[in-house]
């Protein structure tokens, strides 16, 4: 089954534990994406790929890390949380840049 | 900067009382707008993608369509199952890798009561 697999689904972490959301996908996709959602400010990409090894900047990059060194994955990295990334996190991935994204299922994610 | 800006923030309907979401933009170069519709607990899942005005996409009860500044999505006769969260998003070419990044408007909750 083609999909998009995020792991954990569930993580309560405190402040300052560097953490790792990972984020595969089954379809050969070139690009692959990370959002946050908040109540309030929707859907915000924090980092995104055009292919391997090749990563830029969304809107929100700050505190976050990523890299892509396979096809197929492409971890988020927190490397000291804060209180203010708890949020939903989401990955994404589509055959080329302009194509539909396939979402995977979120992880939500609380620092404390 | 890119602004997606999408109206009502939330819609209530009868089944069966079609209306219209909106979606206005304010970017340079538009590369696609894209739809989106969100189940509560879920991921965005892909409605359409639109790439230049005049443009229109149907599927099932649904018809988006593209202006210069703005997207509707149509719901004709909505069932109870259309009731999720529609997103909308653009993408842009701002230079370099920048088409890549997609921003997203806040979205709009509909409720459709049978």
């Known amino acids: 089954e083609a999909q998009v697999t995020q792991n954990p689904r569930y993580l309560i972490t405190v402040t300052g534990k560097k953490l790792t959301v990972t984020c595969s996908q089954n379809m050969n996709h070139e690009y692959m994406s990370w959002y946050r959602q908040d109540p309030g400010l929707g859907l915000r990409q924090i980092y995104y790929?055009?292919?391997?090894?090749?990563?830029d900047k969304g809107d929100v990059p700050e505190g976050y890390k990523v890299s892509r060194k396979e096809k197929r994955n492409f971890p988020l990295i927190l490397e000291s949380p804060s209180p203010n990334q708890t949020s939903l996190y989401f990955c994404?991935?589509?055959?080329?840049?302009?194509?539909?994204?396939?979402f995977g299922p979120g992880t939500r994610l609380t620092v404390l | 900067e890119d602004q997606v800006t999408q109206s009502p923030e939330a819609l209530r309907l009868q089944e069966g009382e079609s209306s219209s979401l909106n979606c206005s933009y304010t970017?340079?170069?538009?590369?696609?707008l894209f739809w989106y519709r969100q189940d509560p607990g879920k991921g965005p899942e892909f409605l359409f993608t639109l790439y230049s005005a005049g443009e229109e996409k149907e599927k099932e009860r649904l018809k988006a369509t593209l202006t210069k500044k703005e997207s509707f999505l149509h719901i004709t006769a909505p069932k109870p199952e259309d009731s999720a969260t529609y997103l909308c998003a653009v993408r842009t070419d701002a230079g370099g890798t920048s088409y890549g990044k997609l921003t997203f408007g806040q979205g709009t909750i509909l409720t459709v009561h049978p």
């Open positions: 970017v340079s170069g538009l590369r696609g």
């Open positions: 790929s055009m292919n391997v090894e090749v990563t």
């Open positions: 994404a991935s589509s055959l080329n840049v302009g194509g539909e994204q396939f």
